[in-house]
């Protein structure tokens, strides 16, 4: 006894050798050359993503540096501003510049740190270094004076190989005024109302 399901169908039995034809004529693959130059184009893209992420990791190192250094540069200006401007109190100024005391842990005023070098332990290759000198901003800000004037430039530089340029960070001081000089010799100021 044949059933129904057991007789194919004309139009299905048609459909289904054309598929199986135009599936085995459009197979053909790839050719040797077309892997060979596949590669070739994947190789090449790969190097340029390890060229980006050198450089990326390059440049992120000295931004690195360049931030440590700059806070290092900070840090010396800072000691060394929190110095009085001389050793003594009132002019005549100290001359010439330079450290009257025998180690850093003494010094106070800013000229004691005239020439000193700075070591960073903990940060190998930072290397710091200290000028101070007075300055007549009359003539200029910046180069030295060859007299003692109220003006002394201070120039903090850190150095590192990872750097192009030193890190350079500069500031001018004067003397401190007391709260009887601001005063017109009276004592203190009152206190606001």
Not at 29 to 34: A, D, I, K, P, V
């Amino acid at each position: 006894m044949k059933t129904y399901a057991s007789i194919p169908h004309p139009t299905m039995t048609r459909l289904i050798s054309g598929l199986r034809f135009r599936w085995i004529k459009s197979q053909s693959g790839f050719s040797l050359l077309e892997i060979i130059v596949g590669i070739v184009i994947i190789g090449i893209a790969f190097v340029g993503a390890m060229y980006a992420l050198t450089e990326i990791q390059n440049r992120s190192s000295r931004i690195e540096i360049m931030l440590k250094a700059t806070t290092m540069a900070n840090d010396i200006m800072e000691i060394v501003r929190s110095n009085n401007f001389d050793e003594y109190n009132s002019s005549p100024w100290s001359n010439p510049l330079g450290p009257e005391e025998n180690s850093p842990s003494q010094y106070d005023d800013v000229d004691d740190y005239i020439g000193y070098l700075w070591s960073f332990p903990g940060f190998t290759g930072y290397q710091g270094s200290t000028r101070v000198y007075y300055v007549n901003p009359n003539v200029s800000w910046i180069d030295s004076a060859n007299s003692v004037t109220n003006y002394k430039y201070i120039r903090v530089q850190v150095t590192h190989d990872g750097l192009d340029v030193p890190i350079v960070l500069t500031s001018l001081i004067t003397p401190r005024v007391s709260a009887a000089e601001e005063s017109g010799g009276l004592g203190p100021p009152p206190p606001p109302p």
